[in-house]
T-cell receptor, first 111, second 114 residues
Framework: AQRVTQPEKLLSVFKGAPVELKCNYS??????LFWYVQYSRQRLQLLLR??SRESIKGFTADLNKGETSFHLKKPFAQEEDSAMYYC?????????????FGKGTKLTVNP | GAGVSQSPSNKVTEKGKDVELRCDPI?????LYWYRQSLGQGLEFLIY????????KSGLPSDRFSAERTGGSVSTLTIQRTQQEDSAVYLC????????????FGPGTRLTVL
């Protein structure tokens, strides 16, 4: 079975502090992993994906197959980072490329 | 260019009524997905279309739920005999073209079943 776990429903940090949003997954094959973000009153949008290995808005995420994790990190949080963050997995077998989402972490960056 | 659009943005209905939710994809996107976002359940996959066919319907929660896609474009999600537990935000996403595998989401339809 495919499963994505985000253990923290809520995460609150101060501006300028480092932030890490945790994501663990369960999948028997080699998945594609994504982070999606939903800012207040906006639609869900892609933040980054592991195959791109890029940094978006200062965020990075490294796929750790040994620990089956894909944690999202940013060294210095900004107030505009406050949003709902979803980790998602796309199974590479089966062909549908659907996304299996975690339940999300609401990040609040305080001034 | 225009993104994914969905209509209506809000729908309030009575238990037992049928509802239709519409998704207009980004032009040229061949893949279309429906998801449901509800409190406590997060985002759940419902159904996937490639063109007009639906090779993956594994997420539809019951036979009251159905979806179709015509002309490789517009999709309609139909919920028959709605129940209160169907209340949720229904999201449509599409992918294809140059941004292979990135799913672009619509604004959603908020369904409330009284």
């Amino acid at each position: 079975a495919q499963r994505v776990t985000q253990p923290e429903k809520l995460l609150s940090v101060f501006k300028g502090a480092p932030v890490e949003l945790k994501c663990n997954y369960s999948y028997s094959g080699s998945p594609e992993l994504f982070w999606y973000v939903q800012y207040s009153r906006q639609r869900l949008q892609l933040l980054l994906r592991h195959i791109s290995r890029e940094s978006i808005k200062g965020f990075t995420a490294d796929l750790n197959k040994g620990e089956t994790s894909f944690h999202l990190k940013k060294p210095f949080a900004q107030e505009e980072d406050s949003a709902m963050y979803y980790c998602a997995l796309s199974p590479t077998q089966g062909g549908s490329e659907k996304l299996v989402f975690g339940k999300g972490t609401k990040l609040t960056v305080n001034p | 260019g225009a993104g994914v659009s969905q209509s209506p943005s809000n729908k309030v209905t009575e238990k037992g009524k049928d509802v239709e939710l519409r998704c207009d994809p980004i032009s040229g996107h061949t893949a279309l997905y429906w998801y449901r976002q509800s409190l406590g359940q997060g985002l759940e996959f419902l159904i996937y279309f490639q063109g007009n066919s639906a090779p993956d319907k594994s997420g539809l929660p019951s036979d009251r739920f159905s979806a179709e896609r015509t002309g490789g474009s517009v999709s309609t999600l139909t919920i028959q005999r709605t129940q209160q537990e169907d209340s949720a935000v229904y999201l449509c996403a599409t992918s294809g073209g140059s941004s292979y595998n990135e799913q672009f989401f619509g604004p959603g339809t908020r369904l409330t079943v009284l």
